[in-house]
Structure formats: structure tokens, C-alpha cells
């Protein structure tokens, strides 16, 4: 039959619709049953098979394929690719039956850096050719190829009309259009009522996108729209190359068919973000039953797709019962939320204490202060400041430990900080003065390293300076930028922290060179170190934190010491005074601090409270999932009934020159069962999972 008669045939008739349907119809539902369940792990590198619900078993159980105990190994190809669709890396896990429980597998392969993902059997090799020690258990191994996928996809993007790379898209608004290119690289002759036909290994293409509700007015091209919650699935299905080895064009066909080769899909998008996509790629032969494959009688081939039909339908059976698990299961999840928020509000009740223990420490120090200036009445008024720093440390006992943080360091860390700033009076400290210096440098640049900039001794006020003037515009500029309510005060208060913490940092800077420049030429430091050793045992070391009554009996030997030295010591109070009212200052920034943290406990109970209610909207939206998925699987058992039983039905006309074409494609697919190598006679299967990633701002 010549192709302008087989027109005329398909004006009026089913046929087509049956040819197309045993291609694409099964795996319209297949791939959206992949793109559903398949999440990539962590790390690509760690890509393993597992036993319920994967790639594998899905296309499997979704096809009429050959029954698991004829097959030997089980290939699964996953091409990571860019967002243009470009392959950058191939992981294929390979899993080695061994229903006979054997003691060693031998296998073919030329995969590199092959692991062992399942158990700690080895292998020997030698060239391609592997031998796995089983001991009678079955081997799943993983590796990498450089080797080009049989179907390769370009994926391409336009705003507006007009083309655009992904990562220029990315925060863009408009009118999106999204095409995926299929290109079929396989070719093989077959024989075609007695003359040599060049044709494809005919695979499907199924392709699916999660849109989120920037995405409105969504269409689709060769594919379909499900809508779950807020989001939209658009699940794209392809047969590239199959119209050329059929050689025919869309022309060819009723307005109601057609065999794509790419999916495109146009909607338009709000600061267009894109999660990824996923695309399995099956061989058609796959989707035959064994005894169809060898039969070019195109009435075997509608038996076949009233087969497909019937397995599609219990296979949407087994997804609304996995739907109604997930369901039960998402149940113990918003329990889990339920512990989450009562966690939360222990931790803003700690940080209250947190900066009950700030405030304890400030004003600690401030004592300590107060009963500086007592060093210049002499000896007598030396003792009675001693009085009054015992008085003083009573109430820092409760603050001596601390937890290490900035926000409540303890006393022995602040009395630590004392005894360095009072070392560094002497020329014998100035190494210690520079070690703080740099010790505050390196925060800073660290701090600075966004904005590519660094400071030194020289130049510190001129750099910090420019940054914390560039954080004010940006602080000026929060405004105009577009952020939500909430983005804007988080905005707004990290960069006031940034200005603050950079102001602090510049203080203390000016305060290290101005001790180290007034100290030079001073004199009598030594005794004065003396006396702040003293102060430092009195209040006791990490190792004995409750050994105050040591600390002061330590404390009382130094301040004998000081005796000697009282009148070199007096003329230097002054400065020591102004250090330790430096000091007062920063801890009176750490109390700020807490009381800051302690502000913000009514947001973040506020927010774990709305977490804990969208999870409850979320436990309706599965409910609500669950009895979409109980309606598909009654509209499955209607289609059934309705359509495939009708076309079936409607069947008539000599299409055998086309079906020859068509068992030519299935023979040659027929004899695709792996793409890293088999061993000889082995039976296997393979398919292909592309995984294209996300496009983010």
C-alpha cells in the first residue's frame, strides 16, 4: 500500500491510534509515575538501586516486559546533564541476578571506576571482562562512562519570544517557553519485505517538570497537565526517531495523532525559577510482551496494547494504594512538626536565660570598675577595694563557667581578658598587643572576604570605612528591592549587625594601638601584673570553676604584693581605669546582644507555629491527593473500557507494509539490552534516567 492510500486509510480509522498507543500511551502513564517517585541522592556519585518504587521497577511493572526470573542484568543509565541539556557526567548502576546462587558471575563491561554499592564482594578483571566473587548473593555495582547516551536532549529557552540562556533567565519575568529536543543516535538495517531498511532503536521519552505557582497559565505540547496542590506537573512525552524509520510525517496522520520528537511547554512566569527536570528513556521492546516481539502481524500488536492497557490499569491501582500510604505516613510526619515547635520554645526559653546571664556578667564588671579608682587613696583604700571586689565576685559566681559562646563567655574568660589588657601596659606585652591586633584583623577580613577587600595596621579605618559606607547605601536601597515584608527585616538587620560588628572591630583596633602606643614608655607594670595575677586566682581557672575561696585567699597575696609598689601603681590607675571602662563597654555590647537575641524569640515561635499550620494544610492537600488518586485509577478502568475497548474494536484495513516497518524498528530494539556491555547470551534490559538541573537567581 502506497503512503497517499495508507491517508486515506487513516482519515477515518482507529489504526493509527494503535500503532502510536503501543508506543506512547503505556508510557505517558509510566514516566509520570517515574518523575513522581524518583528523587536523585545527595551525591550523584552515590546513585544505588533500590528495592521499592525505583526507575527500574516502575518502568518494569508499568511494562510488558519479559519476567524478571529470564533476566540476568538489569542496567540502569543516569545522565546528569546542565540546564541546556548538555551531559556532564554518566553514572550506570548495574545489578547481576544470581537466581541460581551462584559462587562467582562473570560479566562484560567497560565501565570505569567501578564500585561494589551493595555488599563487599571483589571482582578480577581483564580488559572488558569482569568476574564477580558472589558467593551465591546478587551483585548491584555502579561506574562512570564518557560514552554518548542513545538519545541525547537539547534543551532551549525563550522570553518573550526570543531565545535566552538559562542562567540570564533565571529572576526573569514574562512569557517562558521550555522546548526538550530528542535526537535517536541509533541505526540499524533490518531486513523490510526483502530490501534493506535503515532504522532507529525506537525509545520513548518521557519527561516530567514540577512548576510552582509562579508559573501560571501553563500549556503543554505532546504532553499532559496534573495539577497537585499548588504546584503543576507537566509530564512531555517523545518517540524520537520513529517517524523517520516508519517514513512518514505528521501530515500523514488524523489531527487527534501524532509521534512527537519533542515536548515544549509555554507559560507565564513570575522571577522564573526552575526545580529541574527528570526524563526516562525505556526501549519500546520493553513495553511488548516476549511472544509479540516476533510477530509483525499488526493484530498481535492490538492484542498487545489491550495487554498494556489492562496492566497500566492495575498499575494505577497499585499508585492509589501507594498514594494512601504516603498519606497514613505524612500523619507521623506533622507529629514530628508537633515536637519541632515545643523544641523551639525550649531553646527561645534558654536564650532568655542566656541574657539574664549577659546582664548578671555587665554588671559584674561595671562593680569591678567602680572599685578601680579605690588604688589611688594607697594601701588602706587598697584593702578596702579588695573588700569590694569580694563583694563583687559573689555575684559573678553564678556567671564564672559560662558556655564559651560570645554571648556569655564567663567570668574566668572575661577576668582572662582583664589580665592580657593589663599585661599589655608593660613593652614586654607588646607581641601580645600584636597578636590581639592580628587576632582581630583576620575576623575582619574574614567579615570582608565578600566584598573582596582586606585590612592592616596602616589602613584599617579607610577600609572599613568604605564597606560599612557601601552596607548603609545598600541599607538605603532595601526599599526599593522588591523583597517581602519579612525578606526586608531580615535584610535590614543583618546588615545592621555586619555595620555594627565592623564599628566594634574598628574600635577595638583603635583601642589595641592606642594601649600599645601609651604604653611604651611606662613604668611599674610589673608590680601592677602582679596585682591582676592576684585577681586572676581569685577567681579560679577552667579546671576548678567553683574555687573561689582559693581564688581569694590568691587574691589577698597579691594585693600584699601591691603594697610595695602603691604609689608607682597609683599614677597609673587612671589608665587602667580607662581600660577597664573599654571593657565595661563590650560588655555591655555582649548584653545588648542577648537582649537582641531575646527580641527575636516571639519570630521565631511565630514562625515554627505557622511551619506546624501549613504542615496541617498540607495533611488535607495528600488527603485530597489520595482521592485524586482513587478517581485516576476509576478513570484508568473507564478508559479501558471506553477507549482502548473501542479502538480495538474499530480496527480494520492492510496496513502490513507499514507494520513490516514497525516489526523492523521492535527487531532492532529487540536486540538493545544493554549500553556499558554484556556477556554473551546473557538476557538483560536498560534504561535511561536524564536528570537536568535546577536553574536558580
Not at 227 to 247: C, F, Q, R
Not at 551 to 559: D, H, I, M
Request: charged share 20%; net charge negative.
Amino acid at each position: 500500500m502506497k503512503l497517499q492510500e495508507l491517508k486515506n486509510v487513516f482519515k477515518n480509522r482507529f489504526t493509527v491510534k494503535v500503532i502510536a498507543g503501543v508506543l506512547s500511551i503505556s508510557m505517558i502513564a509510566t514516566g509520570a509515575s517515574v518523575y513522581s517517585v524518583y528523587a536523585e541522592k545527595t551525591q550523584a556519585e552515590e546513585v544505588q538501586q533500590e528495592k521499592e518504587e525505583t526507575v527500574d521497577e516502575l518502568v518494569d511493572k508499568e511494562s510488558n516486559t519479559v519476567s524478571e526470573k529470564d533476566i540476568e542484568k538489569e542496567e540502569t543509565v543516569y545522565v546528569l546533564s546542565n540546564a541546556s541539556g548538555k551531559a556532564k557526567k554518566t553514572i550506570v548502576s548495574e545489578h547481576l541476578l544470581n537466581k541460581d546462587k551462584k559462587d562467582s558471575i562473570e560479566d562484560k563491561s567497560d565501565l570505569s571506576n567501578i564500585k561494589n554499592v551493595n555488599g563487599d564482594e571483589k571482582f578480577t578483571r581483564d580488559g572488558d571482562n569482569l568476574k564477580w566473587e558472589a558467593n551465591g548473593k546478587e551483585i548491584y555495582y555502579q561506574g562512570t562512562t564518557k560514552k554518548e547516551a542513545p538519545i541525547t536532549q537539547k534543551i532551549t529557552y525563550k522570553l518573550d519570544g526570543k531565545e535566552i540562556s538559562p542562567k540570564e533567565l533565571a529572576g526573569k519575568s514574562g512569557k517562558v517557553t521550555i522546548r526538550y529536543d530528542f535526537t535517536n543516535n541509533t541505526s540499524f538495517k533490518e531486513k523490510v519485505n526483502g530490501e534493506d531498511v535503515e532504522v532507529c532503536v525506537p525509545f520513548a521519552a518521557v519527561t516530567g517538570l514540577s512548576l510552582d505557582s509562579k508559573f501560571s497559565n501553563v500549556e503543554i505540547t505532546n504532553g499532559k497537565l496534573v495539577n497537585v496542590g499548588e504546584k503543576t506537573m507537566a509530564i512531555g512525552y517523545a518517540l524520537p526517531g520513529v517517524k523517520d524509520s516508519l517514513g512518514v510525517t505528521n501530515n500523514d496522520f488524523t489531527g487527534d495523532v501524532n509521534i512527537p520528537n519533542y515536548i515544549e511547554v509555554t507559560a507565564d512566569v513570575k522571577d522564573f525559577e526552575l526545580e529541574g527536570s527528570m526524563t526516562a528513556v525505556v526501549n519500546a521492546a520493553s513495553l511488548m510482551d516476549k511472544k509479540t516481539e516476533n510477530n509483525s502481524d499488526l493484530d498481535s500488536m492490538v492484542n498487545e496494547l489491550v495487554d498494556a492497557t489492562n496492566k497500566l490499569q492495575n498499575g494505577s491501582k497499585e499508585l492509589s494504594d501507594g498514594i494512601g500510604t504516603l498519606d497514613s505516613k505524612f500523619k507521623e510526619y506533622a507529629s514530628g512538626i508537633g515536637v519541632l515547635q515545643n523544641g523551639i520554645k525550649e531553646y527561645t526559653n534558654g536564650a532568655s536565660k542566656v541574657a539574664d546571664g549577659a546582664n548578671t556578667l555587665n554588671n559584674g564588671v561595671k562593680t569591678l570598675a567602680s572599685s578601680l579608682p579605690a588604688l589611688s587613696s594607697g594601701l588602706n583604700q587598697l584593702a578596702s577595694g579588695v573588700d569590694q571586689a569580694k563583694a563583687g565576685s559573689d555575684k559573678l559566681i553564678s556567671a564564672y563557667s559560662g558556655n564559651g559562646t560570645a554571648q556569655n563567655p564567663g567570668l574566668y574568660n572575661v577576668t582572662q581578658q582583664l589580665k592580657q589588657g593589663l599585661a599589655s601596659f608593660g613593652p614586654s606585652i607588646t607581641a601580645s598587643i600584636d597578636n590581639s591586633l592580628n587576632g582581630v584583623f583576620a575576623k575582619v577580613n574574614e567579615a570582608l572576604k565578600a566584598y573582596n577587600m582586606s585590612v592592616n595596621e596602616q589602613n584599617h579605618t579607610q577600609v572599613i570605612n568604605a564597606v560599612v559606607g557601601n552596607l548603609s547605601q545598600q541599607l538605603a536601597t532595601l526599599p526599593t528591592s522588591g523583597m517581602s515584608p519579612d525578606q526586608m527585616a531580615v535584610a535590614q538587620q543583618k546588615i545592621i549587625t555586619t555595620i555594627a560588628s565592623l564599628e566594634q572591630a574598628e574600635g577595638a583596633i583603635n583601642t589595641l594601638q592606642q594601649t600599645k602606643q601609651s604604653l611604651s614608655q611606662n613604668e611599674g607594670i610589673g608590680k601592677l601584673q602582679a596585682a591582676v595575677n592576684g585577681i586572676a586566682q581569685y577567681v579560679g581557672d577552667a579546671n576548678t570553676p567553683n574555687s573561689l575561696y582559693g581564688g581569694t585567699v590568691e587574691l589577698s597575696k597579691g594585693l600584699g604584693k601591691l603594697q610595695a609598689g602603691t604609689s608607682t601603681i597609683n599614677s597609673k590607675v587612671p589608665e587602667l581605669l580607662n581600660g577597664v571602662n573599654k571593657l565595661t563597654n563590650g560588655t555591655q555590647q555582649l548584653a545588648n546582644g542577648s537582649n537582641t537575641l531575646v527580641s527575636n524569640n516571639a519570630k521565631l515561635n511565630n514562625g515554627v507555629d505557622q511551619l506546624n499550620n501549613a504542615t496541617g494544610q498540607l495533611t488535607v492537600g495528600i488527603a485530597k491527593l489520595n482521592d485524586g488518586s482513587k478517581q485516576l485509577s476509576d478513570g484508568i478502568v473507564k478508559f479501558n473500557d471506553e477507549g482502548i475497548s473501542k479502538i480495538v474494536n474499530s480496527y480494520n484495513g492492510d496496513l502490513k507494509p507499514f507494520a513490516n516497518k514497525l516489526q523492523a524498528m521492535l527487531d532492532a530494539s529487540k536486540d538493545y539490552n544493554s549500553f556499558a556491555g554484556i556477556s554473551e547470551n546473557t538476557k538483560g534490559n536498560v534504561k535511561f534516567v536524564y536528570k537536568v538541573a535546577e536553574i536558580k537567581k
